[in-house]
């Protein structure tokens, strides 16, 4: 396929899963809540996610995370201990209830 071909050629649903496998903002949600809670790196040079370092986090928490950075379909984690699954909503719910002091709407102070 040339150049041409492929810049109008639109993606079906099913490639479009495959390219969207967890939303940045979601993974941005999980890092900024980490670095408030005291974890370190979890941000890179210019406030977006250091996905390497979010991931080592969870995992050190007993969850492996389910992201690709796209911007459709919802990032899942698996607690690894007992391969159950969990959405967006359920990791955050978790990761409150584990570290109960952190504001997770209070901004980040980025200073460049």
Do not use: W
């Not at 993606?11 to 999980?30: F, I, K, R």
């Not at 986090?57 to 690894?80: C, P, R, V, W």
């Not at 201990?81 to 709407?105: C, H, I, R, W, Y």
């Amino acid at each position: 396929m040339d150049n041409k071909e492929f810049a109008n050629r639109k993606l079906n649903d099913q490639e479009l899963e495959g390219v969207a496998g967890g939303t940045y903002l979601q993974s941005m949600e999980v890092a900024s809540f980490l670095d408030k809670a005291g974890y370190k790196n979890m941000l890179n040079d210019i406030g977006g996610v250091n996905f390497d370092s979010m991931r080592a986090a969870l995992k050190e928490m007993g969850f492996e995370s389910h992201d690709k950075g796209g911007l459709l379909k919802d990032n899942t984690y698996t607690q690894i201990s007992t391969g159950k699954e969990f959405s967006q909503a359920e990791l955050m719910k978790n990761l409150k209830e584990k570290f109960p002091g952190v504001n997770s709407d209070s901004k980040r102070l980025c200073i460049l």
